[in-house]
T-cell receptor, first 118, second 114 residues
Framework: DQQVKQNSPSLSVQEGRISILNCDYT??????FLWYKKYPAEGPTFLIS?????DKNEDGRFTVFLNKSAKHLSLHIVPSQPGDSAVYFC?????????????????FGQGTILTVHP | KAGVTQTPRYLIKTRGQQVTLSCSPI?????VSWYQQTPGQGLQFLFE???????NKGNFPGRFSGRQFSNSRSEMNVSTLELGDSALYLC?????????????FGAGSRLTVL
């Protein structure tokens, strides 16, 4: 039972345009969501997060939107750059409910390969 | 400051053998988590250690075990290896000061079981 799903295995975007990566979750206990980026031969690196008390969080070119009723979140990258080409993972946790005792426990999606063409 | 260091980076084992992987977290980080990444299953949580105690555990068989030492370094062990254990094993560390679930991952240990 996959609790976090990224239904698009890949996405191709032109440099300068917007990249939109989507993620759906089924577990209503999840209250904290994160996006990680992974390059080949490296571990995932943290990009941006959002808690369930918000519906939007921005950090530079990256914005994450959360729609709790639809159990859906998305990552927007504007403008996209060739260096953004990587695998993007959506992750979720019940961090707030766990009272801070699950710092390391995340449920990841399968990942979306983003390719940004010059 | 130094990142999360995992050793060895690559290893090859045969079915039935056991393997031990090592992880040195970022200095000051007391939480260490382990994940298995496979093409079919993505990144799956194995377990988390905090102050030498296992705090959370994923849905893996008992062949997968781990421990954490007083200096926060961690090891994970897989006994009686199966072909399906071939994967990238990722270690991550975090601290209460870095924000919820903001894990810093190592580059991983690539295990191949023949």
């Amino acid at each position: 039972d996959q609790q976090v799903k990224q239904n698009s295995p890949s996405l191709s975007v032109q440099e300068g345009r917007i990249s939109i990566l989507n993620c759906d979750y089924t577990n209503s206990m999840f209250d904290y969501f994160l996006w990680y980026k992974k390059y080949p031969a490296e571990g995932p690196t943290f990009l941006i997060s959002i808690s369930s008390i918000k519906d939007k969080n921005e950090d530079g070119r990256f914005t994450v939107f959360l729609n709790k009723s639809a159990k859906h979140l998305s990552l927007h990258i504007v403008p996209s750059q060739p260096g953004d080409s990587a695998v993007y993972f959506c992750a979720a946790s019940a961090f707030l409910r766990a009272g801070g005792t699950s710092y390391g426990k995340l449920t990841f999606g399968q990942g979306t390969i983003l390719t940004v063409h010059p | 400051k130094a990142g999360v260091t995992q050793t060895p980076r690559y290893l090859i084992k045969t079915r039935g053998q056991q393997v031990t992987l090592s992880c040195s977290p970022i200095s000051g980080h007391r939480s260490v988590s382990w994940y298995q990444q496979t093409p079919g299953q993505g990144l799956q949580f194995l377990f988390e250690y905090f102050s030498e105690t296992q705090r959370n555990k994923g849905n893996f068989p008992g062949r997968f075990s781990g421990r954490q030492f007083s200096n926060s370094r961690s090891e994970m062990n897989v006994s009686t290896l199966e072909l399906g254990d071939s994967a990238l094993y990722l270690c991550a560390s975090s601290s209460t000061g870095s924000g919820a679930n903001v894990l810093t991952f190592g580059a991983g240990s690539r295990l191949t079981v023949l």
